[in-house]
């Protein structure tokens, strides 16, 4: 059983950052792929950003430049360092694992977990 716990979501004005982090625990954190998921009221969940278990990421277009994910697979950590951030990236950010990248959602099989709000005041 897989169990992820995201953490440091915080409010912040625009233009300033916020660091991710999604712990899990349970096992096989080495061979997930890892992925960041948002979802905004009245949106619909995308894809923020994932990570392979070779260190090799995908990050969406609106976060290019801007943000970046990381692993730490002796701790079983990902991160996700937000730079520059804008009222849009405003969101409930969730973690997400599955045997390989990328993830889909809902399709894909994968474990989540229960979210950090990510506020961005303009």
């Known amino acids: 059983q897989v169990r992820l716990v995201e953490s440091g979501g915080d409010s912040v004005q625009a233009g300033g950052r916020l660091g991710l982090s999604c712990a899990a625990s349970g096992g096989g954190y080495e061979t997930y792929c890892m992925a960041w998921f948002r979802q905004a009221p009245g949106k619909e969940r995308e894809a923020v950003a994932d990570?392979?278990?070779?260190?090799?990421?995908t990050l969406t277009d609106s976060v290019k430049g801007r943000f970046t994910v990381t692993r730490d697979n002796d701790k079983d950590t990902m991160y996700l360092q937000m730079n520059s951030l804008k009222p849009e990236d405003t969101a409930m950010y969730y973690c997400a694992a599955a045997p390989s990248c990328p993830i889909e959602w809902p399709q894909s099989a994968a474990y989540w977990g229960q979210g950090t709000q990510v506020t961005v005041s303009s």
């Open positions: 990570i392979d278990r070779f260190g090799l990421s």
